[in-house]
Every structure is written in C-alpha cells, then in structure tokens.
C-alpha cells in the first residue's frame, strides 16, 4: 500500500480552492467514517481518522514549503489564497512582521458548510485540526497558537503564528 508520502505531489488546493475541497472531502469521508464507526466504534475510528487527517496536513505543509521553495513566513502567507477564495475566510490582520503573523478569522464558511451538511461535529476534525501540523510540515521552528475557533462556537478564530529562530529565512533547495 502506498504511503501518503509516495503519492505525487498535491496540487488540489490551487485548483479547486480548499473549502470546495473540504466540501468534497466531507461528502465522501462523513460516510465512511460512519459505516466504519459501526462496525469497529464510532469513538476508535475517529481517532483514527484524527490521525491521518493530521498526517496528512503535516505531509502538505512539507509540500507547501518545497513548492514555495522558502519556509519562512513570508513564504507562508504569500501563496495561501486558496484557503480566502470566495470568501471561504474573513480575516483581520493583527499583526504582520518577518517575525509574527497574527490575524482572526471573523467568518468562516468551513464552518458554515460543515453546519450545512449536518455534520458540525466534524468540522474541527476535517479542518481545523489540520492547521498546527500543517505549519509543523511547513516548518517546525514556526510556533502556531489558537485559543478560539468560530467551528467550536467562539466570536472569531485568533490565529498566531511566530517564527522562534529569527527573521533569516530558510531557502529549501
């Protein structure tokens, strides 16, 4: 069996724009996951899905940084349309130094659509948790925080992200 490392590399995001994507991806996990949670355990067999969906996020943020050819933050949020199209995201900027990126999300339409298909509770499974290991993958020397997430019922999401060794960016060859 392939391992999620040996598969070509991913290019989804840039052309169809990640809430579409999450979209797709719901309408056909969100069955499977519930098949399976009867036979083997609702509990065990999301944890397992908690499991690959992290290892997955932790694969693309990789990806992310060999495609960009910089890990830095600068890298980091030049190319990260494709989580905003359409409006997916509503963002106000806190803060934005070589050194700290820090906004809130003050609308999300992930967690409107995961409310839409009746599935909310897997809202934070399938999205939100992918947004620490993703920046993991991406560079583990960048600390990411959040506190609050809109899908878990808070006003707004308050991302932080701040790069521990410095302002020289790491150019990935």
Not at 134 to 143: K, Q, Y
């Amino acid at each position: 069996m392939a391992q999620h490392s040996d598969l070509p590399p991913d290019t989804l995001n840039d052309q169809v724009g990640v809430l579409a994507r999450r979209e797709i991806e719901a309408r056909i996990v969100t069955p499977l996951i519930e098949r399976l949670g009867e036979e083997f355990g609702h509990e065990r067999v999301r944890e397992i899905a908690k499991e690959v969906v992290v290892e997955v996020a932790k694969e693309q943020g990789a990806g992310m940084a060999a495609a960009r050819g910089a890990n830095d933050l600068a890298a980091f949020t030049a190319g990260n349309e494709a989580w905003t199209r359409g409006g997916a995201l509503e963002i106000e900027i806190v803060e934005q130094t070589d050194e700290v990126y820090a906004f809130n999300v003050t609308r999300c339409r992930y967690a409107e659509m995961y409310k839409s298909l009746g599935i909310p509770e897997l809202g934070a499974l399938f999205s939100c948790n992918r947004d620490g290991t993703l920046m993991e993958g991406f560079n583990p020397d960048i600390e990411f925080t959040r506190t609050q997430t809109i899908m878990s019922g808070a006003s707004h999401c308050d991302f932080r992200y701040t790069n521990n060794t410095g302002p020289t960016p790491v150019t990935l060859t």
